[in-house]
């Protein structure tokens, strides 16, 4: 079963609204086996809804118009609904009996305009709100031959989110096919995307009953798998099978098999090995430790650290020798070795993390280039430092640098 999502309003065509609802509807969807095939957003004009529903109609058998239900001049979805499915609109007396009623009940006289939300489409089912003015509708019908399944709801999340569990989804049950959806995600970190394509495109495509994702974005590679099946558990041992063969191929770089964050990946490891981590983070800017703390219960193996963007504060809060700094600068195996070296003695911690570089957009030179970073890991054993030049703009130099870093951490304690 295909759907298609199609959001109205003119605002999220804006650099300044999104669209959230058809993230939720695209979960629920989901949870009842039903792929979302396509998602539109179309602005408040008659005629470009009326093309977006027609073309939605044509390649999906269910269709949510999210939005354009309200009393205004420009809320067009029953009117463009019945406009492509030819169908008339009729005034119900049950709804403008509401209206009046919620109208009363807040001391304000009913306009005119809000006569128009008490418009329900020919054959359609109206779909209470409780939260709100706007019914949804419910449409049951048939479109070049074939049976559509056709929902409005409104657009606030208040309103739309509760309607769609409370009315739609049941409905949804009721009438579809039973489907079910199984997914994993897997996680590798810092390899290449077309090299991890290299690895597992031959392995993926012998399985056609399973759509296969991959998401690249900072040294992070996301691969979902999703396989839909009237069996939820042949669905699941599908999406298993092709998932350990994946896991196989990418080898070192995997880091998680069902979806972990690699911050949450690098505190298992720790509190596996009754370890705790200190950084100093100088490019990174404190990157790394928010990274960290997001996860709950981090402060059972992160101590903390310092920011140490200036000289004076490398070598007060981490103990890099000033004369280190002045030979070598403050980008430089030397001294990043000696922030990772320096915050571990000083806090304790049985890893010591140290990290500086050139993020720019300035103050790269030609034996120094703008992306330049080290990254030094300490323990009581040894402090290895690693060099890298990564390329793009200061926020992507930056994120890049915390990932590597986080992975690093991850290896070492592998």
């Known amino acids: 079963m295909k759907s298609e999502i199609i959001a109205v309003g003119s605002e999220m065509l804006t650099p300044w609204r999104q669209d959230t609802n058809s993230l939720y509807l695209t979960e629920k969807f989901n949870e009842i086996g039903v792929t979302v095939a396509f998602k539109t957003i179309v602005g408040?004009?008659?005629?470009?809804?009326?093309?977006?529903?027609?073309?939605?109609?044509?390649?999906?058998?269910?269709?949510?118009?999210?939005?354009?239900?309200?009393?205004?001049?420009?809320?067009?979805?029953?009117?463009?609904?019945?406009?492509?499915?030819?169908?008339?609109?009729?005034?119900?007396?049950?709804?403008?009996?509401?209206l009046h009623a919620r109208a009363a009940s807040w001391r304000v006289p009913m306009p005119e305009n809000n006569?128009?939300?008490?418009?329900?489409?020919?054959?359609?089912?109206?779909?209470?709100?409780?939260?709100?003015?706007?019914?949804?509708?419910?449409?049951?019908?048939?479109?070049?031959?074939?049976?559509?399944?056709?929902l409005l709801v409104p657009g606030p999340p208040s309103e739309c989110r509760p309607m769609f569990d409370a009315e739609c989804l049941p409905r949804l049950r009721t009438v579809l096919p039973v489907r079910h959806i199984a997914k994993r995600t897997l996680r590798a970190a810092m390899i290449p995307e077309s090299q991890a394509d290299k690895f597992l495109a031959p392995i993926y495509?012998?399985?056609?009953?399973?759509?296969?994702?991959?998401?690249?974005?900072?040294?992070?590679?996301?691969?979902?798998?999703?396989?839909?099946?009237?069996?939820?558990?042949?669905a699941q041992q599908r999406v298993d099978e092709l998932a350990g063969r994946m896991e196989e191929a990418l080898e070192d770089w995997l880091y998680s098999s069902d979806g972990?964050?690699?911050?949450?990946?690098?505190?298992?490891?720790?509190?596996?090995?009754?370890?705790?981590?200190?950084?100093?983070?100088?490019?990174?800017?404190?990157?790394?430790?928010?990274r960290v703390t997001r996860v709950p219960g981090s402060s059972r193996s992160f101590l903390g650290g310092a920011i140490v963007y200036s000289d004076e504060l490398k070598t007060a809060y981490a103990g890099v020798p000033s004369e280190l700094i002045a030979r070598y600068g403050a980008?430089?195996?030397?001294?990043?070795?000696?922030?990772?070296?320096?915050?571990?003695?000083?806090?304790?911690?049985?890893?010591?993390?140290?990290?500086?570089?050139?993020?720019?957009?300035?103050?790269?030179?030609?034996?120094?280039?703008?992306?330049?970073?080290y990254i030094a890991l300490s323990d009581d054993q040894k402090t290895e430092v690693t060099e890298k030049n990564f390329r793009g703009d200061r926020q992507r130099v930056r994120e890049w640098t915390t990932q590597q870093a986080l992975d690093l951490i991850r290896r070492r304690l592998r």
Request: proline share 4%.
């Open 44 to 98: 408040d004009r008659l005629k470009d809804l009326v093309g977006a529903i027609l073309v939605a109609l044509g390649r999906a058998d269910v269709v949510a118009i999210i939005g354009g239900l309200g009393p205004t001049e420009d809320d067009l979805t029953r009117e463009a609904v019945a406009e492509a499915l030819t169908l008339t609109l009729r005034r119900d007396d049950a709804q403008l009996a509401a």
């Open 115 to 150: 006569l128009k939300q008490a418009d329900v489409l020919e054959g359609a089912t109206v779909l209470p709100n409780p939260n709100g003015s706007a019914p949804g509708q419910w449409l049951d019908t048939i479109f070049g031959g074939y049976r559509k399944l056709v």
């Open 205 to 234: 495509t012998t399985y056609p009953d399973i759509e296969t994702t991959i998401l690249a974005h900072a040294g992070d590679i996301q691969l979902t798998l999703l396989c839909t099946k009237a069996d939820a558990a042949a």
């Open 260 to 290: 972990e964050s690699l911050e949450q990946i690098v505190l298992y490891y720790l509190g596996l090995r009754q370890a705790t981590l200190a950084v100093a983070e100088s490019c990174t800017g404190g990157m790394i430790a928010e």
């Open 331 to 373: 980008v430089s195996k030397e001294v990043a070795e000696a922030l990772a070296y320096g915050i571990r003695r000083h806090t304790g911690a049985t890893l010591g993390l140290g990290v500086t570089g050139i993020a720019g957009p300035t103050g790269g030179s030609e034996a120094k280039p703008i992306g330049l970073v």
